[in-house]
């Protein structure tokens, strides 16, 4: 039971997290976003593994499981969640957020491929309702008023399809970025709760850290640190509700019920 009630906290804490990146994202760009979100998570999720005195499990972590972990980050953090940023500026939380969603559909082709799960009827048919899902949000998106002009229709269409792509690649991406995380945290030496939050960590800094050397290629106008105050806190809470909090009880109930 405690497995199962952490996992949803930790799926909430990913729903909430969008509510508060999109409100951010009203004052920034989805770069900026992206790196003054990643270096202020990492500060914060740092403080908190030194306050508890666990900064030499970091150390001793298996550099194996390290490396993977950091491609994860890779995929998942600068890639995947520059992506999501952006479509949640384009389309909004509403459209964004449920394509996102089918993370799962990606996820079960990954592991068929890489780990030899079999092929379900139900699988087929999950996969058919996220397709006609995905078209029908697509295309809600497409109406517009008939008093618009020709020229301001197509434009808003392009507007919505640069969204729906850009929230489909973050499925993709997130995807692939979960698998080598479950990889990661099968490996020995990573077996406890602290080993779990302590990879977490190095996640995310090895995001901060990409994130910072792309800066003077994606944001040359060093946009992230012209930030409002208010805007680093709605993007340092969202990263740390995501990023550590629902991340680290989604492991942990992965954990929880693998030994039940």
Request: hydrophobic share 55%; net charge positive; aromatic share 8%.
């Amino acid at each position: 039971m405690l497995g199962e009630l952490a996992a949803l906290v930790g799926a909430a804490c990913w729903a909430v997290a969008p509510i508060i990146y999109k409100r951010a994202m009203s004052n920034t760009s989805p770069i900026a976003a992206n790196t003054m979100r990643s270096v202020s998570t990492t500060v914060v999720m740092i403080l908190i593994l030194l306050i508890i005195g666990k900064g030499s499990v970091m150390i001793e972590l298996p550099w194996v499981a390290v490396v993977i972990t950091i491609i994860s980050g890779i995929f998942g953090l600068v890639l995947g969640d520059t992506f999501y940023m952006l479509g949640l500026r384009t389309v909004g939380v509403s459209v964004a957020a449920p394509i996102v969603s089918t993370y799962p559909l990606f996820s079960m082709i990954w592991s068929m491929g890489f780990l030899g799960e079999p092929v379900t009827i139900m699988g087929f048919i999950g996969t058919f309702i996220i397709i006609v899902g995905i078209w029908l949000l697509s295309r809600g998106k497409d109406k517009d008023n008939g008093n618009q002009g020709n020229d301001k229709k197509l434009k808003k269409r392009k507007f919505a399809l640069t969204g729906v792509t850009a929230a489909l690649a973050t499925s993709f991406v997130w995807s692939f970025s979960i698998l080598l995380m479950d990889i990661a945290m099968d490996m020995p030496g990573v077996e406890t709760i602290d080993d779990n939050y302590a990879l977490l960590v190095a996640r995310i800094l090895a995001m901060a850290i990409i994130m910072l050397m792309l800066t003077p290629i994606a944001d040359r106008k060093w946009e992230f640190l012209k930030m409002k105050r208010r805007t680093v806190i709605e993007l340092c809470a969202a990263g740390i509700i995501a990023n550590g909090i629902g991340w680290l009880l989604m492991n942990y109930s992965l954990m929880v019920l693998e030994e039940t």
